[in-house]
């Protein structure tokens, strides 16, 4: 795993292997990382990224907000409860001296509580595959005002997702056994 574009380009991540089945733990390729950030960077969705302040929900490794840190997001909130995914978050973070543009949150994303933050403009959502933990995270993160309106939501699940009330679906990807679902804040 490394960084693929920005300013940290080329920078390798901890490894975690093939990921840790107790912990859930399943970083996100290189392959779909590079095509979804494509997809962002694109303009189809205006441009996301830029000095956009991210969540990264279930955020394992943190491969995602970091991504995003490197290629000009202002902010990432890295939210996860498991151990050992907080642990290698923690190095990957120190491997990009990323400690003052990053909050990390250990608790369930399905449980936040209230946003002591302004609401973010980039959500990454990458639950455990078909535990039905999306819709419950995107619901607690909505009622306590860590979305903004109009942000972009990137679902990442084993298969594509509806859109849930409060939300539009705008592109779905498939990348082998991997859905990218993009949803928009209304």
């Known amino acids: 795993m490394r960084i693929i574009a920005g300013k940290h380009r ?9 990921g840790d089945d107790a912990s ?4 996100t390729t290189d392959r779909v990382r590079e095509s979804l950030f494509n997809m962002l ?31 000009g997001a202002a902010r990432v909130c890295f939210v996860e409860s498991g151990k050992p995914a ?17 909050t990390v949150l250990t608790k369930d994303a399905t449980q936040l509580g209230p946003n002591p933050y302004d ?24 009622k306590n005002n860590w979305i903004a309106q109009g942000a972009l939501v990137v679902w990442e699940e084993a ?6 009330g409060g939300f539009t679906a705008l592109d779905i990807r ?13």
């Not at 080329?10 to 093939?18: A, M, P, Q, R, S």
């Not at 859930?24 to 970083?27: A, G, I, V, Y």
């Not at 990224?49 to 929900?57: E, F, K, Q």
């Open 86 to 102: 907080f642990r290698i978050l923690s190095k990957n973070i120190a491997k990009l001296r990323a400690a003052e543009a990053t």
């Open 159 to 164: 298969a594509a997702q509806v859109a849930p």
């Open 119 to 142: 609401p973010f403009t980039l959500i990454f959502l990458d639950p455990p595959y078909s535990k039905m933990l999306g819709n419950a995270a995107l619901r607690e993160a909505r």
């Open 24 to 27: 859930h733990l399943r970083p």
């Open 41 to 71: 960077d694109g303009g189809r969705f205006g441009a996301p990224i830029a000095d956009a302040r991210v969540l990264d929900l279930f955020a394992g490794t943190g491969a995602l907000g970091l991504e995003a840190l490197s290629r």
């Open 174 to 186: 498939k990348y082998g056994s991997t859905t990218i679902t993009v949803l928009e804040a209304q």
């Open 10 to 18: 080329g920078t390798t991540l901890t490894e975690v292997g093939k």
